[in-house]
């Protein structure tokens, strides 16, 4: 047996890596663009949380979650890829709608979690005097990691197991047998035109935004279109000498969490947009964003992104309010985040849609790295034949 997946961010990297652990098969990443991680894997936020969830995709943010905080703790990953407990908050004048109509109308994923307790006892130092914080997670199911470095991470394990990845290359035609079983894959390398074919009897689709346009160029005859659309986010990478702060004992009951990062939700009135704002490590920097629009258009290959200056300038008016005028800052970046219609990811099987071998998993909105580990686990598993309808049973298309 032999595994194409076509996408090498996180979606389609977490799934190879999952795969590459029990499979002895071959397995192969193709990736479009030039740059690895060059939209939402490596310019996201890598806000992770466990309970913030649907219940139609509870089970697959409590084992995403539960995953990343097991191979931090089996790998380094504090000081690899910064995960670290977050300690999620809101601005007390935040006003947001309730349920999961956030990411299309504009408002805070922060109305996606409870409000707990009113307290400024655990505020972040670099954050600016002011309004009262509502702690909505104290950090036991809310962590944070910088997924670039994540990325780079699963990458490495993955081409040591064997994996082999095809980059810049797009996937142009399919090959079935007689029987219409799925046996091979052509793919054309960009950089040097040349096409070659690879062995191919399961078919991943996980190129994020751009996945409907993948089952397009392999499956020109199908009446079925995938109900994924892309959303822009633009974001601001800062450096803020308050944080990290100074190394405090940790054995000292007061200084519980105080060096924790954290994820601030809030709104902004003037701007008329919901920025979020997350403290990481291990570089020390601090991340905002929140400036979304669906009409932004999205580029041909992740690499060709284009920075709306505007937008940019928005979000630094933002950071001086939150963050007063000492800041830095390190990168200016865009990305396009897939969303599914029904607003929860695609996992799916498409076998009873006529369309044997092929698994599609792709649409996370702004929660593709949170989940970006049970869904490589259970993309992995259906590769095998095996259940995970308890964890993907309602994400169907």
């Known amino acids: 047996m032999a595994t194409v997946i076509i996408g090498a961010g996180i979606i389609g990297t977490s799934t190879a890596f999952y795969l590459s652990q029990t499979s002895k098969n071959t397995i192969h990443l193709v990736e479009a663009s030039p740059q690895l991680f060059a939209s939402a894997s490596g310019f996201a936020a890598g806000f992770l949380a466990r309970d913030w969830f649907s219940p139609s995709l509870s089970k697959l943010g409590e084992l995403s979650f539960d995953l990343h905080r097991l ?11 910064g995960y670290s407990r977050s300690t999620g908050t809101s601005l007390a004048e935040t006003v947001g709608k309730n349920g999961a109509d956030w990411l299309m109308e504009g408002v805070s994923r922060s109305t996606a979690a409870a409000r707990t307790t009113n307290s400024n006892g655990n505020r972040p130092a670099w954050l600016t005097p ?21 990325c780079r991470f699963l990458m490495e394990n993955c081409q040591s197991r064997g994996v082999q990845l095809h980059q810049p290359a797009k996937a142009i035609s399919i090959i079935r047998s007689p029987s219409g079983a799925l046996s091979s894959i052509t793919i054309l390398d960009t950089s040097t035109q040349e096409q070659t074919t690879l062995p191919c009897t399961r078919l991943v689709l996980a190129a ?13 005859k199908s009446k079925m279109g995938l109900p994924i659309t ?22 000292d009951p007061a200084n519980a969490g105080r060096q924790d990062c954290h994820a601030v939700f809030t709104t902004d009135a003037e701007a008329d947009y919901s920025p979020e704002i997350f403290s990481r490590m291990p570089d020390g920097c601090i991340y905002l964003a929140g400036l979304n629009s669906s009409t932004y258009p999205l580029p041909k290959i992740a690499n060709e992104r284009v920075i709306d200056p505007k937008s940019i300038a928005v979000l630094k008016k933002t950071a001086r309010k939150l963050l007063g005028e000492n800041f830095e800052v390190v990168r200016e970046g865009v990305c396009w985040r897939p969303v599914a219609r029904r607003g929860v ?11 044997e071998g092929v698994i599609v998993c792709a649409g996370h909105g702004p929660w593709g790295i949170s989940n970006s580990l049970g869904s490589g686990y259970c993309v992995a598993k259906m590769v095998e034949g095996k259940d995970v309808e308890r964890y993907v049973g309602r994400l169907g298309l």
């Open 71 to 81: 191979l931090a703790e089996e790998n380094n990953g504090h000081d690899r890829w």
């Open 130 to 150: 002011g309004s009262e914080l509502d702690v909505m997670s104290d950090g036991s199911t809310t962590a944070q990691c910088d997924p670039l470095l994540l």
């Open 208 to 220: 994020g935004a751009w996945t409907p346009e993948v089952h397009r160029t392999l499956f020109p």
């Open 230 to 251: 892309s959303l822009a986010g633009h974001s601001l990478i800062l450096r803020s000498p308050h944080w990290p702060p100074p190394a405090l004992d940790s054995t």
């Open 345 to 355: 990811p695609i996992i799916a099987d498409l076998g009873d849609k006529g369309e």
